[in-house]
């Protein structure tokens, strides 16, 4: 399986930007899809994630800015994001595992599967 992830940009705060994760090599429909995002000097985070049901979960401090989706028949995860703010500023990361049980689904250690980084530059 290999997650490409895509979309990153410079953004002023406020303003909107929609990341992309392509995925191949294995069966999409069947994995949840998660976004994580690690800025310099921390560590990384989770940001949302779907599962094969389309059940959605957010954390706290994106929750009602981001929307994740997915589009099974493009193989494709998205992440949708409004309202941008300095502290999005961040390497964010598709991750995927067929495996993820609901109670770990915001650990990063329950996906096995892990897109390159796309690079989010929020200014103010």
């Known amino acids: 399986v290999q997650l490409q992830a895509s979309g990153g940009g410079l953004v002023q705060a406020g303003g909107s930007l929609r990341l992309s994760c392509k995925y191949s090599g294995g069966t999409f429909r069947s994995s949840t899809l998660a976004w994580f995002r690690q800025a310099p000097g921390k560590e990384r985070e989770f940001v949302a994630a779907i599962r094969t049901d389309r059940n959605t979960y957010y954390a706290d401090s994106v929750k009602g800015r981001f929307t994740i989706s997915r589009d099974n028949a493009k193989n494709m995860g998205y992440l949708q994001m409004d309202a941008l703010k300095p502290e999005d500023t961040a390497g964010y990361y598709c991750?995927?595992?067929?495996?993820?049980?609901?109670?770990?689904?915001?650990?990063?250690?329950?996906?096995?599967?892990w897109g390159q980084g796309t690079l989010v530059t929020v200014s103010s």
């Open positions: 991750a995927a595992s067929s495996t993820v049980i609901l109670s770990s689904i915001r650990r990063s250690v329950a996906y096995t599967y």
